[in-house]
């Protein structure tokens, strides 16, 4: 036993002095067997033998007392807690993000035994809060009625309420001098296999010496090899030497490799109404495969997209076969076989939309699902059923077709819909295929048929369409529902044929979205929209209205009736437009964690014959509220035109749930 090593435990002469003066070298170790033996020699330390100790992840010196403090109903136990901190800022936040009896402030405790063992148990969390703010010389007092808690018996008798007072005076911040990572996973020419270097997460000489950046540093040691197919890559020791005469730290990092290997078989258990032959095959891992860890993130990826798990997890053997392949186990828990859900939408122009949906999962026992939706919108006072809008749906789709990342989509609907320039009666059926190249890449393809029959100023007019299309999306947002950074990329074409006029027409569109946070947690954000189409084929008379463009309401710009902004063409038909060009502005920002505010500006434009431009937009503005929910913000916004036509509301009002776009 070497004298530093006596000294590592040895972090305190008084209550919580995690380096007294006389402490020049302390030398911190991760062997649990040095460390306990070390405490046996060294004599009393900082913490009571009744609370656990975590220094770097491992913890010391564990029991159930606090654990059964806490478990046992006893008499309410009110304080008051004050906390004092030797320096502001981030370690002060540091001290008190740590603290339960901060956090639980709130609530009594049960009983003094409950509150002592809080108060005990905040000794440990606040030392560890301080190395991980790179202080290593620090005293911690935890003073309950005056007393330190270390001293208190569990049957105390305290005031009612009682005051605890949290003393830390952090000491010198240290920074790491000589840091080392042993048997270092060698440089590599694959970007897909690139891990960030400790010293870009500040595990370098001179930088602050905190124990959250030696424990990222121990992480993408284990990464690096893990990416070049070494599973059972591990740390095999670490040293951490604190010299407190030059507030430093030294710190030596050894990984230990272990063996290169491929993925072996996959055994799948759990499963009741799957086939565990079509799961293994959907995870997309082939038996021989070298090892790497983004092939089993996107395996695990393609287990969710099915939607028929409550959970899929993969266990790894404990070790690698003589083979050279490391076998799993893939353990699952079915999702129940249905699912409904039901929805509403309110507009003060366009009225109440309510709509359901019911889902079958995994029906032939390969995760097909069927989805049907129902919807009824335009529902306004007083009732007239005869401007409701209808539509009524079915979804069909088989994942694993061809590949496990390729999904068969077969799709039917009837709709009725009163818009302001027609009334369209219609049903329409696609299939097609949907693929996903990334997580942030999809594109679909197919054949549809639509038959309709359009009520407008052109008179009662037939039509049938068949046709193919194509799309693709790149969505690099950080979220879907509520989005503070990234874009969104979207495009989309369908060519088809007019049976009963004999045309040939096509119709393009794309849009794209940014959004830029800032300000701390990024509670404001910038978010940006535009979006474009266009339609060659022939006269407007001869093409489905529902294939031209329009403009306007809570999707397009606010303060407009829905599909409203059109093309007046002569003796004042309204139609739609070859052309579209419309975007939206709109400044967001979170008043408290659910509270929030937005002002934005939408703008619109329809043409017949040409592409829009800027100064022919119809423009709309507004404020909006948002209350943010964890299934996503709920939305109210009050919209006004800004160049009115005679024909347009003075004011529109939106209801709904996530962000407008």
């Known amino acids: 036993m070497s004298e530093g090593l006596a000294r590592a435990t040895n972090l305190g002469g008084g209550a919580g002095e995690l380096g007294a003066g006389s402490l020049q070298n302390a030398r911190i170790v991760t062997s649990l067997s040095a460390l306990c033996l070390a405490a046996a020699l060294a004599g009393p330390v900082f913490v009571p033998a009744a609370a656990a100790f975590e220094i770097f992840g491992i913890k010391l010196f564990e029991d159930q007392t606090e654990a059964d403090a806490e478990a046992v109903i006893a008499d309410p136990q009110p304080y008051t807690v004050e906390v004092t901190v030797a ?19 709130d609530e009594p405790a049960s009983g003094a035994a409950g509150l002592l063992a809080k108060a005990r148990g905040d000794y440990r969390r606040i030392i560890a809060a301080l190395y991980n703010e790179g202080y290593y010389g620090g005293t911690v007092h935890v003073l309950v009625a005056g007393r330190e808690a270390s001293d208190l018996a569990p049957d105390v008798s305290l005031p009612d309420p009682v005051g605890v007072v949290i003393t830390v005076d952090p000491g010198p911040l240290f920074n790491f001098n000589r840091v080392a990572v042993v048997n270092e996973a060698p440089l590599t020419s694959d970007p897909a296999d690139l891990v960030e270097l400790p010293e870009e997460r500040g595990f370098g000489s001179g930088e602050v010496a905190k124990s959250s950046v030696i424990l990222a540093a121990e992480k993408l040691a284990i990464e690096a090899w893990q990416e070049q197919g070494y599973p059972k890559a591990q740390i095999r020791s670490r040293e951490v030497v604190a010299d407190h005469a030059t507030r430093t730290v030294d710190v030596a990092i050894t990984v230990d490799p272990g063996q290169h290997a491929g993925f072996g078989d996959i055994t799948v258990s759990g499963t009741e109404r799957m086939d565990p032959e079509f799961v293994r095959r959907q995870t997309g891992i082939e038996v021989g495969e070298e090892y790497d860890p983004d092939t089993l993130d996107r395996a695990q990826k393609r287990l969710d997209r099915l939607e028929v798990f409550r959970s899929a997890r993969f266990e790894a053997a404990e070790a690698v076969g003589a083979d050279g392949l490391l076998p799993y186990q893939l353990l699952v828990q079915e999702l129940p076989g249905r699912r409904f859900g039901v929805g509403a939408s309110y507009s003060s122009i366009d009225g109440l939309g309510v709509e359901g949906y019911h889902l079958w999962r995994n029906l032939f026992g390969q995760a097909e699902r069927l989805r049907l939706d129902a919807r009824v919108a335009s529902i306004a006072y007083p009732v007239e059923t005869e401007e409701f809008d209808y539509f009524f749906g079915g979804t069909f789709t088989k994942p694993g077709i061809w590949t496990p990342d390729t999904d068969l989509v077969a799709v039917i ?32 393809g197919g054949t549809f048929y639509e038959r309709g029959r359009y009520e407008d100023d052109f008179g009662t007019r037939d039509f049938s369409l068949l046709g193919v299309y194509a799309g693709a999306v790149y969505d690099a947002r950080d979220d879907k529902v509520d989005p503070t950074g990234g874009f969104y990329l979207a495009g989309n074409v369908e060519p088809f044929y007019e049976l009963s006029y004999g045309n040939a027409a096509a119709q393009l569109t794309v849009e794209g979205r940014a959004y830029w946070g800032f300000g701390e947690d990024e509670r404001f954000v910038l978010a940006g929209r535009l ?6 084929g022939p006269d407007l008379a001869e093409i489905p209205p529902d294939r031209l463009f329009f403009a306007g309401g809570g999707g397009s710009v606010r303060g407009y009736g829905f599909k409203s902004i059109g093309v007046e063409g002569p003796d004042g038909i309204v139609t739609g437009g070859r052309y579209l060009l419309e975007g939206s502005i709109e400044a967001r920002a979170k008043i408290t964690d659910t509270i929030g505010a937005v002002a934005f500006l939408d703008g619109g434009y329809v043409a017949a014959d040409e592409f829009p431009g800027i100064d022919d937009l119809q423009l709309g503005a507004g404020l909006g509220l948002r209350y943010y929910t964890g299934l996503g913000p709920l939305r109210l916004d009050v919209a006004v035109p800004l160049n009115k036509r005679d024909e347009d509301p003075d004011y529109a009002i939106y209801v709904g749930i996530g962000q407008s776009f």
Request: hydrophobic fraction near 40%; charge should be negative; avoid cysteine.
């Open 87 to 105: 320096g502001e800022g981030e370690v002060e936040s540091a001290v008190r993000n740590a603290s339960a009896l901060v956090a639980d402030a």
């Open 413 to 444: 609907s009837a709709e009725r819909t009163v818009n302001p320039a027609y009334i369209e009666t219609s049903a329409t059926g696609r299939v097609g295929l949907t693929h996903i190249f990334s997580d942030q890449l999809t594109v679909e």
């Open 531 to 536: 979006k474009g189409g266009l339609l060659a």
